[in-house]
């Protein structure tokens, strides 16, 4: 099969659902299988919640840390997500790369596959 590029999009709240922690662990199960396949995660909309510093991390450290020691921690979230919620760049976790809409459009076209959660 070999190596594939995945994108994982979080586009629901980090509250009131299991989407964002599942999703978090379909990332890790696809990162570590025998392929090792690059895996990345971006946060859209209301997902953006996620990438605040300090908040809705308490279920899913365990796959960040996973994440983190398979290979490079790929997450990501859109700057215009940010700006609609009126969350600033000072208020995001320095574990995100902020990333332009026109960014995650490109990561859309070069994956091979991709999930919203």
Same mark, same amino acid.
């Given at each position: 099969?070999?190596?594939?590029k995945?994108?994982?999009?979080?586009?629901?709240?980090?509250?009131?659902?299991?989407?964002y922690t599942?999703g978090?662990?379909?990332?890790?199960?696809?990162?570590?299988?025998?392929?090792?396949?690059?895996?990345t995660?971006?946060?859209?909309?209301?997902?953006?919640?996620?990438?605040?510093k300090?908040?809705?991390?308490?279920?899913?450290?365990?796959?960040?840390?996973?994440l983190?020691?398979?290979g490079?921690?790929?997450?990501n979230?859109?700057?215009?997500?940010l700006?609609?919620?009126?969350? +600033?760049?000072d =208020? &995001?976790?320095? @574990?995100? #790369?902020v990333? +332009?809409?026109? =960014? &995650?459009?490109? @990561?859309? #076209?070069e994956c091979?596959?991709?999930?919203?959660?």
């Amino acid at each position: 099969m070999g190596e594939k590029k995945i994108l994982f999009m979080f586009l629901r709240p980090p509250f009131g659902n299991i989407y964002y922690t599942e999703g978090l662990r379909a990332a890790v199960g696809m990162m570590s299988g025998l392929d090792e396949h690059k895996v990345t995660c971006v946060y859209l909309g209301d997902g953006a919640f996620y990438s605040l510093k300090d908040r809705y991390k308490e279920d899913t450290r365990g796959y960040l840390n996973t994440l983190e020691k398979f290979g490079e921690l790929n997450l990501n979230v859109e700057k215009e997500s940010l700006d609609e919620l009126d969350i +600033s760049k000072d =208020e &995001v976790d320095p @574990m995100f #790369k902020v990333v +332009s809409r026109d =960014e &995650v459009a490109d @990561m859309i #076209k070069e994956c091979d596959l991709a999930y919203d959660f």
